[in-house]
């Protein structure tokens, strides 16, 4: 096998475990015995679980964000598309917690949150990239600063979601919020 098919194995065996039992209930054992190497291959190439959660992750957000900004919606304002961006990553980033990491870890978890910590570090800097990418966006040169302002006030907003809402309604809720009272005034500043 080659590295690319090996990384790959072992991403796609824990994504399964993941999704199916929870990221700390599933072991590197598992992992390996469900991709079909040894637990020590699995550590040549992830130097943890963690890591390994990290790429897959990683992996989803590049390919989701790339798919939301290559979208090229007709007949809507600048600031509607900048803001429906907005809504949906900030929506893929809750996905994210739910389906891969679960909320009862990262609530009680001092290394959960750490690794959500730098990991919507990094989702700031893959949405800022990409929609800086965007032709014709806005061509004012301070626009870059106030995109940024943008992107680290949303995920801001959006991560808090996962430390102060208690269920999926309250989640619902806090969205609408979000989307109705608090968003429209951010694009509106950013552009």
């Not at 429906?84 to 900030?90: A, C, D, E, G, P």
């Not at 966006?137 to 102060?164: C, E, G, M, Q």
């Amino acid at each position: 096998m080659e590295i690319d098919k090996i990384k790959n194995s072992i991403k796609k065996a824990a994504q399964d475990l993941f999704r199916r039992y929870g990221y700390h209930k599933t072991s590197v054992n598992e992992i390996a015995k469900k991709a079909k190497i040894a637990k020590a291959t699995i550590y040549k190439y992830f130097e943890s679980k963690e890591l390994i959660l990290h790429a897959i992750l990683m992996d989803y957000l590049k390919i989701s964000i790339n798919d939301l900004v290559q979208q090229n919606p007709h007949n809507i304002t600048k600031e509607e598309h900048l803001k429906n961006l907005i809504l949906k990553t900030s929506k893929l980033s809750y996905t994210i917690c739910n389906e891969f990491i679960g909320w009862d870890f990262i609530r009680e978890s001092t290394n959960a949150q750490e690794f959500l910590k730098n990991l919507s570090n990094e989702l700031e800097n893959i949405l800022f990239n990409e929609f800086v990418s965007i032709r014709n966006f806005n061509n004012d040169v301070s626009y870059p600063d106030r995109l940024r302002f943008l992107i680290k006030a949303s995920k801001s907003i959006v991560f808090s979601f996962a430390f102060t809402s208690v269920s999926d309604s309250d989640v619902r809720k806090n969205f609408i919020s979000f989307q109705k009272e608090i968003l429209p005034y951010l694009v509106k500043a950013a552009l």
